[in-house]
């Protein structure tokens, strides 16, 4: 009787390409040798020209091998895909799957194996003499990249120290510059108060009151002095004189004991003082 494939119980779940392959040349290869035993050959199905099956056996024709005997012969000796399955694919899902499909994953992991470290391109490790190299080789490639850098590197540091020298010039002369200003600000001072004085000793501008009563105190002169002008005066001129300043003189050694002291009055302009002292005049005649 012809070689069957055996079938199982069970549905199996879908396996891979290289799987799938390795299974089938197990069966063909089984098949083949049992139909030369028994004096039969495969025929090849033009219904699947991808697949083969069993054919009838002959009793006419001699044990002979056929055209599928031949074609099954250059497909063994075609080289497979090393294709290596997932791990999902090789471990079955249940253990009944495992015990089931034991021998068809010894068969299909060990030639997947080989045929993957067949296919791998080995090489030669690199020596410390190959690593040498190839770092003198990088270096020469780069050395002129590094010493470029390295030159404009040394420029920006010379520019650098440059620029700091002229920031410490610039600071030290800003701090003579302020010392310069402190010290005309004191002899500004100084001569403004000195103007001052030399203003208020100048006669051109000065008129000297007497009879003034000493009672009156200092603070209160300027508006005592303001109501005697108004009383000198009109009152729009009593209101555009404008005065300066006045304060208290010692007394002369001439001047009687109980006389009160001199008040100066200094006027803003020579025009005031002269309205003022023809004011005077006009009032005693």
Same mark, same amino acid.
């Given at each position: 009787?012809?070689?069957?494939?055996?079938?199982?119980?069970?549905?199996?779940? $879908?396996?891979?390409?290289?799987?799938?392959?390795?299974?089938?040349?197990?069966?063909?290869?089984?098949?083949?040798?049992?139909?030369?035993?028994?004096?039969?050959?495969?025929?090849?199905?033009?219904?699947?020209?991808?697949?083969?099956?069993?054919?009838?056996?002959?009793?006419?024709?001699?044990?002979?091998?056929?055209?599928?005997?031949?074609d099954i012969g250059d497909m063994l000796q075609r080289p497979m895909a090393p294709k290596m399955a997932t791990p999902a694919e090789r471990t079955p899902a249940s253990p009944d799957e495992g015990e089931q499909h034991g021998a068809g994953l010894e068969i299909s992991t060990a030639p997947q194996a080989t045929e993957s470290l067949a296919g791998q391109d080995t090489q030669t490790p690199a020596t410390k003499q190959d690593i040498a190299d190839l770092l003198m080789e990088m270096r020469r490639m780069h050395a002129a990249d590094i010493n470029l850098i390295?030159?404009?590197?040394?420029?920006?540091?010379?520019?650098?120290?440059?620029?700091?020298? &002229?920031?410490?010039?610039?600071?030290?002369?800003?701090?003579?510059?302020?010392?310069?200003?402190?010290?005309?600000?004191?002899?500004?001072?100084?001569?403004?108060?000195?103007?001052?004085?030399?203003? &208020?000793?100048?006669?051109?501008?000065?008129?000297?009151?007497?009879?003034?009563?000493?009672?009156?105190?200092?603070?209160?002169?300027?508006?005592?002095? $303001?109501?005697?002008?108004?009383?000198?005066?009109?009152?729009?001129?009593?209101?555009?004189?404008?005065?300066?300043?006045?304060?208290?003189?010692?007394?002369?050694?001439?001047?009687?004991?109980?006389?009160?002291?001199?008040?100066?009055?200094?006027?803003?302009?020579?025009?005031?003082?002269?309205?003022?002292?023809?004011?005077?005049?006009?009032?005693?005649?």
């Amino acid at each position: 009787m012809p070689f069957q494939f055996p079938q199982t119980g069970k549905k199996t779940r $879908r396996k891979s390409g290289a799987y799938l392959t390795l299974q089938t040349a197990r069966y063909t290869t089984e098949a083949a040798a049992f139909d030369a035993r028994h004096g039969t050959y495969l025929l090849k199905d033009p219904a699947e020209p991808d697949g083969y099956t069993m054919g009838r056996r002959s009793q006419k024709t001699p044990p002979t091998a056929g055209r599928g005997t031949q074609d099954i012969g250059d497909m063994l000796q075609r080289p497979m895909a090393p294709k290596m399955a997932t791990p999902a694919e090789r471990t079955p899902a249940s253990p009944d799957e495992g015990e089931q499909h034991g021998a068809g994953l010894e068969i299909s992991t060990a030639p997947q194996a080989t045929e993957s470290l067949a296919g791998q391109d080995t090489q030669t490790p690199a020596t410390k003499q190959d690593i040498a190299d190839l770092l003198m080789e990088m270096r020469r490639m780069h050395a002129a990249d590094i010493n470029l850098i390295k030159s404009e590197m040394q420029a920006m540091t010379a520019r650098t120290r440059a620029t700091e020298e &002229d920031i410490l010039d610039l600071q030290r002369e800003v701090r003579e510059i302020k010392d310069t200003c402190y010290h005309m600000q004191a002899a500004q001072s100084t001569l403004i108060t000195r103007l001052d004085q030399t203003e &208020d000793r100048n006669r051109r501008t000065n008129l000297k009151l007497r009879g003034i009563p000493d009672t009156i105190d200092s603070s209160e002169l300027p508006h005592y002095l $303001r109501r005697l002008i108004a009383t000198l005066l009109p009152s729009a001129q009593a209101k555009k004189l404008v005065l300066d300043g006045c304060f208290r003189i010692r007394k002369a050694r001439q001047a009687p004991t109980d006389a009160p002291q001199d008040v100066i009055i200094r006027c803003h302009s020579v025009t005031d003082k002269i309205k003022l002292l023809t004011a005077v005049r006009g009032k005693t005649r």
